[in-house]
């Protein structure tokens, strides 16, 4: 890669290689609006496309670590260091080109490659009802679809189609899967769905929200009719799309070889241990995040260049994104199955007695 590799020296500071990393955004934008006007009525229409990609490499500890410790540290004849400084000794090694702890790097240099079409259409009308009083009303059709994956590397848990009664069992001893294999296409790939390739959702790994129907009122009152006086009020319901970042996470840990094409049996999640491989999921069942915004505001004129201002602006949200985990064992719940003794806590692939 033309790049510095890490170079980790036990006794000493690391010096951090990084290297290539390359993060492409393109965001593709068509739109067009129409004015209208007709007597007391204003009205505008219009329609927005975007394509948007990002392509991203992982970089992660693909230019390779090299490790220096202590080794080869010169003994006076009591076996004691010449050099009491082991440092001097981990240097030595780095230049003399001798790795004495280890080599690491990334067997491969994993890409995502997520896009997404978003589509919005809508139409909204002011009225002008009398000369102190209007009314804008309008609705908006968002069609926000999820990003898709090119390269058929986009993948995802779907609870709808996992099987318990397929699932690998977990024994008492050690925490360890049963079968302690890395997952495969049969039981450890259970619920596990490819865009494109074995996902119900064709390219996607969720379904796609087409409800998104936001409504928009809005009215300007002068109930004296003397211009000294406005009340306003206004409802507005928004729609926002996933941000491609959350689902291009499912590409980077649950990556397996892009070279075995649609075979799922080598996943980079994979290998025996303590705990089970864990995946990425988004929820199929998608629903777009809005954002519901509502506001009553009343201005008086009190004279000699004052005015009063009464208001008040809310807004609500739902369905916002967040992670969860959908394996989380409540508190004393493996304890009493009797899986782990009580008192012990797991931590990575370890466990440690609680003190």
Known sequence: LHRIPTLAFDDGDTEGGFGQYRDYNRNYNLFDNLDLTIGKHSTKYGMSYIHYQKKENAAGNNVGTYEFDATNLPLDGSGNPLNPTNFEQNWANFLLGYASSSFSQSSSDFTADVRQDLWEFYGQDTWRVTPGLSVSYGIRYSYFKTPYGEGKNLTSFDQNLYSSGSAPAVTASGMLMSPSTPPSTSASANGWIIGDVNSPYGQYITQQDKTNIAPR??????????GKMSVR???????DSIAAGLIEDNVFNNAYDSGLGSDMSHPSVG??????????????NWKSPYTESYNLDIQKEAGRGWMLDVGYAGSSTKHQPGVIDINQVKSGVAQAAGLIPAGTVYSGSTAAARK
């Open 217 to 226: 009122l809005g009215i300007v009152w002068d109930p004296f009719k003397t």
């Open 233 to 239: 009020a206004g409802y507005g319901l928004f729609y």
């Open 271 to 284: 290998g025996a241990g303590l705990l089970p491989p864990s995946l990425y999921g988004t929820d199929p």
